[in-house]
């Protein structure tokens, strides 16, 4: 089983550079997110979309878009890179059906961005 | 104050140690509890949810204290694989986002 699977693994850009990080998940679920975490600060929410054509700003959205291209794929995408953006990301899914077992996030193994 | 407060740590225990971590949460709203795992330059990991009326599994127990606004995670008989960080995460019932914490640190010593 796959689960959510990234795309880059790791990344360097330069400043004002554009990219897209991908993420497809074949769990079905309705939810998938984006996450940023940095040292000392956690994981923050930078976009979400609850199901298949909708999306949402979570904390931290400046900066960035994103896509739900359908129910398996959200992709995020910077613009114009900058160096505050060097970060690591995780994108997550989630079933959200209610229940508590279904409100488990399931997480991809990460994007290491770094921005020179 | 921030939504989910967890203690960093590090919390060094020697191997066979119990140790317990607390999660302070401020919006008495939230309805989904859990504990993540997250190993070093790896994901988050779900290690447990966390009932009203509290749950074990093997070495691990959770703990909900709604009143008190608080969950906790009490490791048993520590071992080396159970360094981490443990995340905290809470979420409120009809949103669809999550609070994680910023995590506690744990080193099992030989």
């Known amino acids: 089983n796959a689960g959510v699977t990234q795309t880059p693994k790791f990344q360097v850009l330069k400043t004002g550079q554009s990219m897209t990080l991908q993420c497809a998940q074949d769990m079905n679920h309705n939810s998938m997110y984006w996450y940023r975490q940095d040292p000392g600060m956690g994981l923050r929410l930078i976009y979400y979309?609850?199901?298949?054509?909708?999306?949402d700003k979570g904390e931290v959205p400046n900066g960035y878009n994103v896509s739900r291209l359908n129910k398996r794929e959200f992709s995020l995408r910077l613009e114009s890179a900058a160096p505050s953006q060097t970060s690591v990301y995780f994108c997550a899914s989630r079933l959200q059906t209610g229940g508590l077992a279904k409100n488990i996030q399931y997480f991809g193994a990460g994007t290491r961005l770094s921005v020179l | 104050r921030k939504e989910v407060e967890q203690d960093p740590g590090p919390f060094n225990v020697p191997e066979g140690a119990t140790v317990a971590f607390n999660c302070t949460y401020s919006?008495?709203?939230?309805?989904?509890f859990f504990w993540y795992r997250q190993d070093c330059r790896k994901e988050p990991k779900l290690l447990m949810s966390?009932?009203?009326s509290g749950n074990e599994d093997g070495r691990f127990t959770a703990q909900l204290n709604r009143a008190s606004q608080y969950i906790s995670l009490l490791i048993r008989d520590s071992k080396l694989s159970d360094s981490a960080t443990y995340l905290c995460v809470v979420s409120s019932q009809g949103t669809y986002k999550y609070i994680f914490g910023t995590g506690t640190r744990l080193k099992v010593l030989a």
């Open positions: 979309s609850a199901s298949e054509g909708t999306t």
């Open positions: 966390v009932y009203s």
């Open positions: 919006n008495s709203a939230s309805q989904s």
